[in-house]
């Protein structure tokens, strides 16, 4: 049996929620109060536009020229480790 | 001989590894150690290679490899004398990006208002943003919803309460979300919305 949780306490939670962390009461009382309320729904789903953007325009793009000295450093890992240098 | 043989074959392992994993290691630093990035995944693969006998599983590898460069990233922060743990005492903020947006009503003409607001921001717009946020915040998010680690992973990597990083990360959505918003106002990224301007094309890195 879940206990009635206000929009307070769901918006609270709504992160939580939204990622899958919630023990099982606290889930459960989420979706009692999504069940009816609208203003929360879509506090829900602007949650999950905000983490979508997040995930894919968080991160830039890569310049080129360092990723080509890694990689040359990569190709030299084996002496690097044998010479015990450090950077 | 034995050992040689399986040195260079571990050794082997790791290059071919770190070149499949450069840009997403590479991308992680840059949002850790910004311009020190380079340096950060040398050091990551350099502390990889002492190490890699220690990995048991393949397919644990690309994470195992973004761990060590959390671990090495948070070492060289604590020897600098910057704790990324450090909370300052004013970081209360209470701020809903979904109720200020149905207030202040941005872009009136909408009928999707949310989703625009959002959708007028551009890769370039959104990393400035991120980089408005205090260590405290970004790396927790950028660990979270980028790289994909569980609250109870971040725990781990950054040697804190798994409470003490839920609550971290609950500010710093609200800081982004908070920051979202600011940036928009002092960018006029919604006067460009509004003239019709095709949003996510502004000025990309």
Same mark, same amino acid.
């Not at chain 1, 989420?30 to 929360?40: F, P, Q, S």
């Not at chain 2, 850790?32 to 220690?54: K, M």
């Not at chain 2, 959002?118 to 990393?127: M, N, T, W, Y």
């Not at chain 2, 569980?150 to 309460?161: C, G, K, N, R, V």
């Given at each position: ?87 | ?52 006998? &220690? %990995?048991? =599983?393949?397919?644990?590898? @690309?994470?195992? +490899? !973004?761990? $060590? ?5 948070? /070492? ?55 980089? &408005? %946020?205090? =260590?405290?915040?970004?790396? @927790?998010?950028? +660990? !979270?919803? $980028? ?5 109870? /992973? ?52």
């Amino acid at each position: 049996m879940t206990h009635p949780i206000g929009c307070r306490e769901a918006v609270e939670r709504l992160w939580g929620y939204l990622d899958g962390e919630l023990d099982g009461t606290a889930h459960g009382a989420m979706e009692a109060h999504l069940a009816y309320c609208l203003r929360c729904c879509g506090e829900l789903a602007f949650a999950r536009e905000i983490r979508d953007v997040l995930r894919t325009r968080g991160a830039g793009d890569l310049p080129g020229g360092p990723l080509e000295r890694l990689h040359a450093f990569i190709d030299r890992l084996d002496t690097a480790t044998d010479t015990g240098a450090t950077t | 001989m034995g050992e040689q043989m399986l040195e260079t074959a571990e050794r082997t392992s790791l290059q071919a590894l770190a070149r499949a994993e450069l840009p997403g290691l590479y991308a992680l630093a840059r949002q850790l150690a910004g311009t020190s990035a380079e340096d950060l995944v040398q050091e990551t693969l350099l502390r990889a290679c002492r190490s890699i006998h &220690r %990995l048991r =599983d393949p397919k644990a590898a @690309p994470r195992w +490899l !973004r761990v $060590i460069l959390v671990n090495v990233w948070r /070492d060289g922060l604590r020897k600098a004398g910057r704790d990324p743990r450090e909370i300052p005492v004013e970081d209360e903020v209470t701020f809903s990006l979904y109720r200020t947006l149905a207030e202040e009503d941005p872009l009136p003409y909408s009928d999707t208002m949310h989703v625009d607001f959002l959708g007028a921001f551009s890769k370039r717009d959104v990393q400035l943003v991120l980089g &408005r %946020l205090p =260590d405290l915040y970004r790396v @927790p998010l950028v +660990l !979270r919803y $980028i790289e994909g680690f569980s609250t109870t /992973d971040i725990a781990q990597l950054l040697e804190l309460p798994p409470g003490t990083v839920y609550s971290t990360l609950h500010r710093g959505r609200q800081r982004f979300e908070r920051a979202l918003w600011d940036y928009a106002e002092e960018s006029g990224l919604l006067d460009d919305h509004d003239r019709g301007d095709r949003p996510g094309e502004r000025g990309t890195s």
